[in-house]
């Protein structure tokens, strides 16, 4: 157990600045996403389900441009459609889980809390749950889609301006 969570940590310091920017652009994302839920559930036009759906595609279109020009530092067309992909199969994997739990509170907490305020914060909180436990991993799979490129651009390569061949002078 502890040898699994020294590896994260060395692997976390190793890109804590990347991961900061992930972290705060998941955040921006998951308060367009908790604003939507919050919006649309509680005027009583949405049930959970569709509710969570839209939040969650509110939410996670900022976030994939977030992560990609500012995180990750992407620009142009290079990998556009792998990343698009990967980024499409592991968020939607974190959405089901937690548009999946929305829905479940609902049918659990529906009979029991009457008030739809008080219903639409339990129904926010289990969103919430349902995104921590990817958290980290969904950086992880992230960090391989974006990560590549990322690196590719930047190292810098240091040259000579001029460079002279041996044995010749410049006048």
Same mark, same amino acid.
């Given at each position: ?16 600045v990347?991961?900061?920017?992930? /972290?705060v652009?998941?955040? @921006?994302?998951? $308060?367009? *996403?908790?604003?939507v839920?919050? $919006?649309?559930?509680? !005027?009583?036009?949405?049930? /959970?389900? !569709?509710?969570? /759906? ?7 279109? %900022? ?6 020009w ?7 067309? %290079? ?12 968020? $939607?994997?974190?959405?089901?889980? =937690?548009?999946?739990?929305? *829905?479940?509170?609902?049918? @659990?907490? !529906? %009979?029991? @809390? @009457? ?11 289990a969103?919430?749950? $349902? ?20 690196e590719?651009? !930047?190292?810098? =390569?240091?040259?000579? /301006?001029n ?9």
């Open positions: 157990m502890f040898a699994v969570e020294g590896r994260l940590v060395r692997w976390v310091t190793r890109h804590r990347r991961f900061s920017k992930y /972290a652009a998941s955040m @921006v994302a998951t $308060g367009i *996403t908790q604003l839920l919050y $919006g649309l559930y509680s !005027s009583g036009g949405f049930d /959970a389900t !569709s509710a969570s /759906a839209i939040g969650f595609v509110a939410g996670a279109v %900022p976030h994939f441009v977030m992560i990609r500012w995180a990750w530092r992407q620009r142009g067309m %290079p990998r556009l459609t792998r990343q698009v992909v990967g980024y499409l199969v592991v968020t $939607g994997l974190g959405g089901f889980v =937690s548009v999946g739990l929305t *829905t479940l509170a609902e049918l @659990v907490f !529906s %009979p029991l @809390v @009457v008030d739809r305020d008080a219903r639409t914060l339990v129904l926010i909180m969103y919430l749950l $349902g995104g921590l436990p990817v958290f980290v991993a969904k950086f992880a799979f992230l960090d391989r889609v974006f990560g590549q490129v990322y590719a651009t !930047s190292s810098t =390569s240091v040259r000579a /301006a460079p002279v061949a041996p044995g010749t002078t410049s006048s």
